[in-house]
């Protein structure tokens, strides 16, 4: 037996023959060619063909997968219609005399590389998607048929990497789960595979062999394991890890639609965190009261070297109300800094960052930054139940500045003309033992509060949660954290006001019980994470 590991994307448990996957791609050979113009209006018809089919498999995705979804081929959209690129081919035809099949390739590569190079979001982490275009035109302009999908038997599919319109078409009755070479965890890819629900693991490189094509493998999504001819222990372990999925899934799935309520009528809040908009779906899916925590400061971490546009943001924050409807969305403000370092906004070295600049610091300093923002989740307020949410509050200060420039933006919008929901939420993240003893205070501030535990456990404990040498003293469950949070509660509920929890410790459900008679409110965890919760708490008497 071998065993080879990689980045789990998609958890689940997929046993099969491996077969290798070929776009039954040709050599793309350089031609010269006499009639530019002639050449030209055969990329021409391409484009306007692949725009066809883009449409087709965006119509395709949101029927099936969701909105959220299909905007990834709406970014194919937007790459085949973008200047550059287009100019790219154009160049190599009228300019080099090349043939329209060489000039979508060359062009492609070389969109690739600019883009790569200036680190902007729009490509950045989703090469794939130039390349998937670029496949698509070349075939279109070689008139072959469509993609080659293996016939027979239901196998595990294995390839060097995959295209998102690949993903997206592949047969779920035929495709067991895939493997690949290549990859990353954050591409669209990725992202179909887990929304669509199909074992998978990505980024196996070099130790994936075309030896192994036909040999029986396991594929465990769970732990990112591929086993080649497992053994008979091994192949028993994972039948085994397979039926108990299939049994924990089926009684989870019987949970949607249903409440988070204890047997004896004790009602909570079960939420999604969420840090992109890929996400959505899997909230929907998993049928969660809303979105409690979506992290901000993954568009700014994603955009390379320039700020998140306004426009750029509201899309996103509209998108996500949209998809909620009346249940409520919290967009947490950019907290950046720390470990989440983002190109986009300079922050000098620091001996400690976790302890320096970062959260509210950096949007207190960086007003024009924190107005972009705001003004986006304002906008995108008048389409469903936003609130805001300011991080890493340590002085009734820090909030009450912020609520000013967040007063300054409404007064723009005002006299711009432009709806938002003028009673929109806000909110605290209760990450510091500083906000805790101010919890009271902070109460008469805000509309809600959200306890981050990550953070504040360790800060309460003076441990960096991801130092290896600590990991034997770093105690999540430390009696100083639980008094902490019953004091925030406490604090919060005698000003009316309302209490959850969006760190690590709200998806342990060793603790659920303990939290519902601390009378927290809300419980916002990975979408994932949501259905489990939700079983432990209809299960406490």
Not at 125 to 132: I, L, M, Q, S, Y
Not at 237 to 264: C, D, I, P, W, Y
Not at 270 to 287: F, P, Q, T, Y
Request: proline share 2%; glycine share 8%; aromatic share 6%.
């Amino acid at each position: 037996m071998i065993t080879l590991t990689g980045k789990k994307i998609a958890e689940g448990i997929a046993v099969g023959k491996l077969a290798f996957y070929s776009r039954g791609e040709r050599e793309i050979r350089r031609i010269c060619v006499e009639d530019t113009e002639k050449e030209l209006l055969r990329f021409q018809k391409a484009r306007e063909k692949a725009d066809q089919e883009l449409r087709e498999i965006c119509l395709m995705s949101e029927k099936e997968l969701g909105e959220a979804n299909a905007m990834i081929f709406e970014m194919q959209q937007m790459i085949l219609a973008d200047e550059e690129f287009v100019n790219g081919v154009t160049k190599i035809i009228c300019g080099q005399r090349w043939n329209a099949e060489y000039a979508v390739q060359e062009a492609a590569e070389s969109f690739v590389d600019l883009f790569s190079s200036r680190d902007t979001s729009y490509i950045r982490g989703h090469e794939a998607d130039v390349r998937d275009v670029a496949f698509r035109l070349v075939r279109i302009l070689a008139r072959s048929r469509k993609d080659r999908r293996l016939m027979g038997e239901p196998f595990i599919m294995a390839a060097r990497d995959l295209y998102p319109s690949e993903a997206l078409q592949l047969d779920k009755s035929k495709v067991l789960g895939f493997v690949t070479m290549y990859g990353s965890i954050n591409s669209h890819t990725a992202a179909l595979a887990r929304t669509r629900g199909i074992p998978s693991v990505i980024g196996i490189g070099d130790a994936l062999k075309k030896d192994y094509d036909g040999k029986t493998v396991i594929i465990d999504g769970f732990d990112g394991k591929l086993y080649i001819e497992p053994d008979h222990s091994t192949m028993k372990r994972m039948l085994q890890k397979k039926k108990q999925n299939v049994r924990r899934a089926e009684v989870l799935e019987r949970l949607k639609g249903k409440e988070n309520v204890t047997q004896s009528g004790q009602k909570i809040d079960v939420c999604a965190n969420i840090g992109a908009r890929e996400d959505i779906e899997s909230v929907l899916s998993n049928d969660a009261n809303g979105i409690g925590l979506f992290r901000s400061e993954f568009l700014y971490m994603e955009n390379g070297g320039k700020l998140p546009t306004e426009d750029q943001q509201f899309r996103v924050y509209r998108m996500a109300a949209e998809a909620m409807g009346m249940k409520r969305v919290v967009i947490r403000a950019a907290d950046i800094g720390g470990d989440k370092q983002a190109e986009c906004v300079r922050i000098p070295s620091e001996a400690n960052p976790m302890m320096g600049y970062r959260g509210i610091r950096i949007l207190l300093d960086k007003e024009e930054m924190f107005r972009t923002q705001l003004r986006a989740v304002l906008r995108a307020s008048a389409f469903g139940n936003l609130a805001i949410m300011f991080p890493m509050i340590t002085a009734v200060e820090e909030v009450t500045a912020a609520k000013k420039i967040l007063e300054k933006v409404k007064e723009e919008l005002r006299s711009e003309k432009i709806a938002f929901d003028h009673k929109i939420e806000i909110g605290v993240m209760i990450e510091t033992p500083a906000a805790v003893m101010l919890s009271g205070e902070l109460a008469r501030e805000v509309d809600f509060f959200s306890i981050g535990t990550n953070d504040l456990t360790q800060y309460t404990l003076a441990m960096d949660r991801q130092n290896l040498r600590l990991s034997g003293y770093y105690n999540p469950h430390h009696p100083a954290l639980i008094k902490m949070i019953r004091i925030v509660a406490n604090n919060v509920h005698l000003e009316g006001k309302r209490i959850g929890i969006c760190g690590d410790l709200a998806a342990d459900v060793s603790l659920t019980e303990m939290f519902l008679k601390m009378g927290i409110d809300e419980l916002s965890v990975a979408p994932s994470q949501i259905l489990p919760l939700r079983k432990k708490i209809r299960e406490i008497r």
